[in-house]
């Protein structure tokens, strides 16, 4: 994928993990920097995922952003992951702020076809009834921080924890640029109620936004 524009999203008490000079990073381990931030990649999540949604949900005291492949029956939950309440509105603030660099170098984002209207809005228990879940991804993945990238095809996200002595890369998703706008539709409708609520929430949260 070519990185062609790309933005950092490190918690306020960042730790800045130095960079490792060539050859001196273990054989399994690939490096991602962007401007002030370095974060190592275990080899196991190199690849990343590629997901074509997210469900978005408010916990107690995160964030759940599960992404999923809808390229089959039963559709797969490829990645779960978990972001404290800080650092939503700053991952929006970085979306929103990368989808107006696309545009202006790509031009508008291609609209995905809207799909025929359901009847009534599936709950919560009926969506993740028909959702596959590897027990791998049942307590999902922890991340303080994103950075975000994105080519004319494609948004690529590396989610990011800054726990000592070194940042590292906990999940890294891709997802076609058509369901961007869709992604960050639903973080802010999510983030919006979680405010409306005073910036709490109950275990379950409010329903989930695809």
Same mark, same amino acid.
């Given at each position: 994928?070519?990185?062609?524009?790309?933005?950092?999203? +490190?918690?306020?008490?960042?730790? @800045?993990?130095?960079?490792?000079?060539?050859?001196?990073? =273990?054989?399994?381990?690939?490096?991602?920097?962007?401007?002030?931030?370095?974060? @190592?990649?275990?080899?196991?999540?190199?690849?990343? #995922?590629?997901?074509?949604?997210?469900?978005?949900?408010?916990g107690q005291?995160?964030?759940?952003?599960?992404? %999923?492949?809808?390229?089959? $029956?039963?559709?797969?939950?490829?990645?779960? %992951?978990?972001?404290?309440?800080?650092?939503?509105?700053?991952?929006? *603030? *970085?979306?929103?702020?990368?989808?107006?660099?696309?545009?202006?170098?790509?031009?508008?984002?291609?609209?995905?076809?809207?799909?025929?209207?359901? +009847?009534?809005?599936?709950?919560?228990?009926?969506?993740?009834?028909?959702?596959?879940?590897p027990d791998?991804?049942?307590?999902?993945?922890?991340?303080?921080? #994103?950075?975000? @990238?994105?080519?004319? *095809?494609?948004?690529?996200?590396?989610?990011?924890?800054?726990?000592? =002595?070194?940042?590292? $890369?906990?999940? @890294?998703?891709? #997802?076609?640029?058509?369901? $961007?706008p869709q992604?960050?539709?639903?973080?802010?409708?999510?983030?919006?109620?979680?405010?409306?609520?005073?910036?709490?929430?109950?275990?379950?949260?409010?329903? +989930?936004?695809?």
């Open positions: 994928m070519t990185n062609d524009d790309q933005d950092g999203l +490190p918690p306020e008490d960042e730790f @800045r993990d130095p960079p490792v000079p060539d050859g001196e990073a =273990p054989a399994d381990m690939q490096q991602v920097q962007v401007p002030g931030n370095t974060a @190592r990649v275990p080899g196991s999540i190199g690849s990343g #995922v590629f997901s074509t949604g997210a469900i978005v949900m408010t005291h995160s964030f759940v952003l599960d992404f %999923v492949q809808q390229m089959g $029956v039963p559709a797969n939950l490829v990645s779960r %992951v978990i972001l404290p309440h800080a650092v939503m509105p700053r991952f929006i *603030a *970085a979306l929103e702020q990368n989808i107006s660099l696309y545009e202006k170098k790509f031009g508008p984002i291609p609209q995905m076809p809207k799909p025929p209207k359901p +009847p009534r809005r599936p709950s919560v228990q009926e969506i993740y009834d028909n959702l596959k879940i791998e991804e049942l307590p999902g993945h922890y991340a303080d921080g #994103v950075i975000i @990238r994105h080519s004319p *095809a494609e948004f690529g996200f590396d989610f990011v924890t800054h726990f000592y =002595p070194h940042a590292a $890369v906990s999940r @890294r998703i891709f #997802v076609s640029t058509p369901h $961007v992604l960050h539709n639903a973080m802010k409708t999510n983030y919006a109620r979680f405010q409306e609520g005073g910036g709490q929430s109950g275990p379950g949260g409010p329903p +989930p936004q695809a």
